[in-house]
Every structure is written in structure tokens, then in C-alpha cells.
């Protein structure tokens, strides 16, 4: 069993900065990918970043330049920064960690509201 617990999420004004965190426990082998998902209201769950146990990062297009994902890998836990935030970016985010041996695991979400 596999537990993730995000945090960090909340309200913040278009142009903020928010710093979501993601920590792993419980039955882990071999962490494969670590990532960051996100889902408006009404649209479908996308990829926002992930990064690998080498540390390849790949990010969508609407967040380069804006957001930068991290890991620390003796804490099992990844990091999204996020920089420059829209009122697009508003979802609730989703943490995913998928495991070498397989299995895919999901964060329970937490919300981002970009808003003046």
C-alpha cells in the first residue's frame, strides 16, 4: 500500500506563487516517476509535469517557463513550484507516483483557485 498526501494548495492572485508538495509512504520499492496532474472543473485530468527517479523532467506547454518540478529523493517527496499562476491554472492538482515494479498511485488533490 502506497499513501500520498499533497499540500500547499490555496487561493492566490493571478501573477502569485505557490509551492505544492507531495509526500510518498508506505509499501515503496523503486519510485519510477513522481508527477504532478491537474483537473478543471468540466475538463479532463492532464499532466502538468512529472520527473523521473534520474531526474528528467517533462512539463505542458501552457506551464514552461513558469512552474519547475523537484524531488527529494531520501524524503520520497516532489515539489511544483509554480510561478507567474493564471486564473487558467486553477484546478484541483493531483500527485501520481508510479513504481518500477508497476502500480500507479494518486494524491487524494488539492485545490489551486487563481483569483483577484
Known amino acids: 500500500q502506497v499513501q500520498l498526501v499533497e499540500s500547499g494548495g490555496g487561493l492566490v492572485q493571478p501573477g502569485g506563487s505557490l509551492r505544492l508538495s507531495c509526500a510518498a509512504s508506505g509499501s515503496i520499492s523503486s519510485i519510477s516517476v513522481m508527477g504532478w496532474y491537474r483537473q478543471a472543473p468540466g475538463k479532463n485530468r492532464e499532466l502538468v509535469a512529472r520527473i523521473t527517479s534520474g531526474g528528467s523532467t517533462n512539463y505542458a506547454d501552457s506551464v514552461k517557463g513558469r512552474f519547475a518540478i523537484s524531488r527529494d529523493g531520501d524524503k520520497n517527496t516532489v515539489y511544483l513550484r509554480m510561478n507567474g499562476l493564471k486564473p487558467e491554472d486553477t484546478a484541483v492538482y493531483y500527485c501520481?507516483?508510479?513504481?518500477?515494479?508497476?502500480?500507479?498511485?494518486w494524491g487524494q488533490g488539492t485545490q489551486v483557485t487563481v483569483s483577484s
Open positions: 501520481g507516483l508510479a513504481l518500477a515494479l508497476g502500480g500507479y498511485y
